[in-house]
C-alpha cells in the first residue's frame, strides 16, 4: 500500500535531561507522518475538516525499540496498511540517520462526519486516489 518518507530533526525541547526524545513526543511524529502522506494525496486535514470530515485516532500502540537523541534527524515512514472503509489503519517505522529502527507503531483513525458526529465512510475523493495505478 501506499507509503511517505517524512523526516523531523529532533528539537531540544522534545528531549529529557538526558537528552533522550521523551516517549510521549513520538505520537506527534507519527501525526506528522499522517498528515504528510495525506499531503502527498492532494488532501490536507484542513481541506478535509472544511469539508466536514474529522479523523480522531481510536487506537494508538507504539514499540519502542532504541532511543532518539536531541538533533537527530529522524525518517518516519507511514504506510496505510489496507483501503479504509470507516476507518484507516497506518503502520510507521522511525528510523536515525544510521538507519537504526528505533520505533514501530500503529494508529487506527475513523471518519466522522463534523456535522452530525456519526461516523461515515471513507469519502469518495480519497478511495478514488487510493484506487489510481500509479503511473
Known amino acids: 500500500m501506499k507509503n511517505t518518507l517524512t523526516q523531523i ?7 529529557d535531561q538526558m537528552g533522550i526524545v521523551y516517549y510521549g513526543n513520538y505520537a506527534q511524529y ?3 507522518g499522517r498528515t504528510e502522506w495525506l499531503r502527498e494525496l ?3 486535514y484542513k481541506w478535509m475538516e472544511a469539508n466536514n470530515v474529522h479523523l480522531p485516532v481510536v487506537h494508538l500502540s507504539i514499540d519502542y525499540k532504541k532511543p532518539a537523541f536531541y538533533d537527530d534527524l529522524l ?3 507511514t504506510t496505510l ?6 476507518k484507516i489503519e497506518f503502520q510507521y517505522e522511525i528510523y536515525n ?12 483513525l475513523v471518519f ?3 456535522n452530525t458526529k456519526k461516523l461515515m465512510k471513507a ?3 480519497l478511495l478514488e486516489k487510493l484506487t489510481v495505478p500509479d503511473l
Open 97 to 108: 540517520e544510521s538507519k537504526q529502527l528505533l520505533v514501530t507503531a500503529t494508529t487506527v
Open 42 to 44: 492532494g488532501f490536507s
Open 112 to 114: 466522522v462526519n463534523s
Open 9 to 15: 530533526r529532533v528539537r531540544y525541547g522534545e528531549t
Open 30 to 32: 507519527l501525526e506528522q
Open 75 to 77: 525518517t518516519v515512514k
Open 123 to 125: 469519502p469518495d475523493y
Open 81 to 86: 496498511k489496507q483501503i479504509p472503509s470507516v
